[in-house]
């Protein structure tokens, strides 16, 4: 008998039905991949696994009895936990607060870290009940997490995009302890777009399309791009690098330096560099070492010294957003429900928001409605997103969907200079390799494209040049082409020979 049986389960939104009679089973002990293209229909699934939303249609079975829970308390107390893509921790409170917080009947604190303490030891997890978690790199942040779900002792584990933030050392220690628990019975329901990560994990994988079940796979004995192509119902295009000499110099930094914007923030330090038109610089490093704060002082949203940042000739550290986006200085940040999109805002509204500038979407203070709308419709056919329409909120897409029309919004802007930061988040195959396709198609056409990511394949994939970030101070770039893993690892770690960064073009 199966842990958990899904039987014709089906949930219909207003134009699109997110699951259309969904049937698989997962096995006890098993790490089971779900696997979709963005907005196949994965979040409704584990959401109604968990009891966040109520099917239609359909029944679940788990042990062999009927499972319906009406919402995740109900789902815990019958052994499902989860973990989801986006951490719900206070920076301000230790770990053993927080894990107090999503316990129904929490112990005293020192009992709660005495059990973090046991199982961190018991499953390879080293993390220090005491410490805030403000001041944890993005791997500690999901062992507290994972710690908070396995004090339930659960049955089935649900992770969605776990390594998403992880560094290859921190992705090592989670699938060691994912196969433990598995050894012990514990079946894992897996969803990542991470392919490689898959065959290297997983048992066996059931795969979406448009919210149906269109196969199943041993990923051991599958290729990624098998799986990839069996997501999308089309073969894979792998994204074309044209060979170009650099241009001119848009973007200069001198001695770019900023205080930490908040507690938990980085500072930067002394950063100097330029980067020239056509050309795709690659920015790495452990989430947590000055990424944001670097998006915040290039984009204008954390004005710095006027000389600190130049474009061309002309010094525009002071200025904000929206006259650096006169000037062509695009950019969008990595958190995209909040920060790049207004969730309650629809997509139109999302559109105009920075759009404005630049495509003339407004004038003398009043908005031209029909050109805004244009531009959303044309964001979503390009890029592909699925929605029902324009007018639908940003909350209302899937993370991966959001993260093509945010992207796509900046990139149809037709910015001489593009910040990007973690521009294929959370979205699938097929979507990243548009989307790494048309940063470079933009740097063909001389724009000047700063990409920062901790997924090192896709900056090896787009980057000319690459650098990292190591608690707020930059290495000196280096040609991509050549570099191996070992000499990443050490300059993400901070070994790059620099005190101060400086490059000459």
């Known amino acids: 008998m199966s842990l958990l049986s899904l039987q014709g389960l ?15 089973e997962i096995e006890r002990g098993e790490i089971h991949a779900l696997l979709g293209e963005n907005g196949a229909g994965k979040s409704t699934l584990v959401k109604t696994i968990y009891g966040l939303v109520k099917p239609d249609a359909g029944s679940m079975l788990l042990e062999g009895a009927a499972f319906a829970p009406p919402e995740p308390r109900a789902a815990r107390s019958a052994g499902v936990a989860m973990v989801f893509q986006h951490f719900s921790l206070f920076d301000a409170l230790n770990v053993a607060e927080n894990i107090a917080l999503g316990m129904e009947n929490p112990p005293p604190l020192q009992d709660v870290s005495e059990r973090v303490r046991a199982v961190s030891d018991q499953y390879g997890l080293p993390l220090d009940p005491s410490r805030v978690v403000g001041d944890l790199s993005a791997g500690e942040r999901q062992r507290v997490e994972i710690i908070r779900c396995l004090l339930q002792d659960p049955k089935l584990l649900i992770m969605d995009e776990p390594t998403s933030v992880l560094t290859p050392q921190e992705v090592t220690i989670l699938f060691e302890t994912l196969r433990k628990l598995a050894a012990e019975g514990t079946a894992i329901l897996y969803i990542s777009h991470k392919l490689e990560e898959i065959r290297a994990l997983c048992d066996r994988a059931t795969v979406l399309r448009m919210g149906r079940v269109v196969g199943a796979c041993d990923p051991r004995q599958t290729s990624a791009r098998e799986m990839a192509e069996l997501m999308v ?8 690098k044209p060979e170009k000499p650099a241009g001119d110099v848009a973007l200069t930094l001198t001695g770019l330096s900023a205080p930490a914007p908040h507690e938990f923030g980085t500072a930067l330090r002394d950063i100097s560099l330029t980067v020239r038109r056509g050309e795709v610089l690659g920015v790495g490093g452990v989430a947590g070492n000055g990424q944001d704060e670097l998006v915040a002082a290039l984009s204008g949203e ?23 986006r006169a000037l062509g200085l695009c950019a969008a940040p990595e958190e995209r429900n909040g920060h790049a999109a207004a969730p309650d805002m629809t997509l139109i509204e999302n559109a105009l928001l920075t759009g404005n500038v630049r495509k003339g979407l407004s004038s003398r203070g009043f908005i031209k409605w029909d050109r805004a709308r244009d531009f959303a419709a044309e964001i979503i056919e390009k890029f592909d997103v699925r929605t029902p329409s324009a007018n639908n909120t940003a ?14 919004r900046e990139i149809m802007q037709d910015p001489d200079v593009l ?15 548009a989307i790494r396709q048309a940063i470079l198609d933009l740097a063909a056409d001389g724009a000047a494209v700063i990409v920062i990511s901790q997924d090192l394949d896709e900056l090896m994939e787009i980057a000319d040049r690459f650098a990292a970030l190591n608690e707020g101070r930059m290495s000196d770039p280096r040609p991509a082409k050549g570099l191996t893993i070992d ?3 050490l300059m993400l770690g901070g070994s790059h020979d620099m005190e101060v960064s400086h490059v000459d073009a």
């Open 487 to 489: 000499e990443i690892g």
């Open 395 to 408: 909350r209302s897409l899937s993370g991966g969907n959001l993260q093509k029309f945010v992207i796509g």
């Open 419 to 433: 910040i990007i930061n973690q521009p294929t988040w959370g979205v699938d195959a097929s979507a990243a390799a």
């Open 10 to 24: 089906t949930k219909a939104y207003p134009g699109v039905v997110a699951n259309d009679n969904v049937s698989f």
């Open 233 to 240: 119902g089309a073969v894979l295009q792998v994204p074309e």
């Open 302 to 324: 954390m004005p710095v010294g006027a000389s600190m940042v130049r474009m061309g000739n002309e010094n525009i550290g002071h200025l904000p957003p929206n006259a650096r």
